[in-house]
């Protein structure tokens, strides 16, 4: 027979078995529940997807857990969905720290979407690489081939280049400031540096030099010294930023090409070398009248003229840089028949009119005017600015801006000028000029309404008016041909 003490220690086994069975059951339970979370975190990438996405979704997904004996990382993929939901494309992403951060910009030439970049949360501090994730506009999916690039300065893109501060390489340098332009090559998937921008200062002396270098034109820009406001910005800055970003190359697949013109019948010819195009047009071995280089020393527009027969022809050339890094040219012709005469109307380049003479300040209600000035009082930067509706909403809206850039000796390097297409029309809405050392405009780009024309001023020797003017207007011959005018002014100084 068993005794009260017996039962009494019988009953109190079975209770603490219970209390641990228990425990077992309410660990395991919450591990389970652990392991599911870690197994599987789900964030949500606020990724821009254009109208054509609408409703869809990228979710950045992490699957299993970081080993602590050998460090490999928990697996890390995006999930992109539909606005049903239905899975669309999935892929790995190929950083791996705990925290990253996402931005949107345009790496690659299309129209509405933005390319992808993840990095490690401090890749600003550290200088830690991300990975640009490609969207594809035509398939609608994120190319999964991603490529490395460096932390870039914030609202930097113009044309798919961008800027990046602090170059590797030259970070530990003292008394050095460096940050470089670069872009991607789309084919290749690599990133290419296009130019670079290098301060130095000398201890000794508390000189500062400039150079800017084009590294795939291996030619300098820009090499002098330069001084600083209290401020600590350069002085003349606007003069070599512009030196800085202005004519970026691209990359092209395919070799020179041929010269190509439309013909008077608009049919369009080619010819393999120069010395063909000049034969068929009537100046076989004969010496360029006149030809235009860039910065580079390239040949930009080369033109043969006969001025006693009225005629002439010539080639414009348009450069860019393979997948090697070999610089190759693409070439138009042109040809005209006849010369127009006329008398040269001085251009004022500081006109506060249009291009068309219209009095902007009559044009809207609520009308202002922005200036600034460079150190020496020159004219840095105008602008007229009025009322408009734009949406059925009265808004302020820029009526017409130049910009001026000078050269450190204070002469005029370049002008920008726009006016508003709405009111004045959107032939001629912008012209980009060059000035030489004179302060003579001897090249303008503008802006036309179907499309692009080069003018070309042609001064004899040290004359401030222009012997020949050359308009090369380009989609106004007919089948992307050149419609071309060539002027001689009478009268020249």
Known sequence: MQTNAFIRMKYFFFFIAGVFIGALLLWGISARRDRADVEQTE???????????KGWLLILRES????????TPAERKFCMYDESGQLLQEFSCGIVTEEVVF??????????????????????????????YQWDSGKQRFVEEAVAIPWYHEGSLRDEAFLVCGVEGDRAEENVETKAIYRINERTRELVELRRWTVRGDAETGEESLCIRDCLEEQDIYTGNVTRYDTGELKNEKYYQYLFWEGLKKFWNDGDSPIWIYNEYLELE??????????????????????????FHNLTMELYFDPQAGRGCGIRYYYGFNDKLEKR?????????????????????????????DDVSKSASGYREIYEYTDDGGLSFFEARGMDLVDRAPMEVSLLSMDYIYRDDGTLYHREYQHYSKFFGSASQTKSGDYDERGRLIYQESYITHGAADAYYLYEGDHMEPQYHLILDWGGGGGGGAYVRMIAYDGAD
């Open 103 to 132: 931005r949107f910009d345009t790496f690659f030439d299309h129209y509405y979407n933005k390319d992808m970049v993840v990095y490690p949360a401090d890749a600003q501090e550290t200088g830690a690489d991300g990975l640009c």
């Open 329 to 357: 040219a693409t070439r138009d012709g042109f040809a005209f028949e006849e010369v127009e005469t006329g008398i040269w109307e001085p251009q004022d380049g500081f006109s506060k009119r249009t291009v068309f003479g």
């Open 64 to 71: 299993g857990e970081e080993d602590a004996q050998d460090g």
């Open 43 to 53: 964030t949500a990438v606020d990724y821009p997807f254009s109208r054509k996405e």
């Open 270 to 295: 080619e010819y393999e070398d120069k010395e063909a195009f000049l034969a068929v047009y009537g100046f076989a071995a004969a010496e360029p009248f006149y030809e235009y280089y860039d910065r």
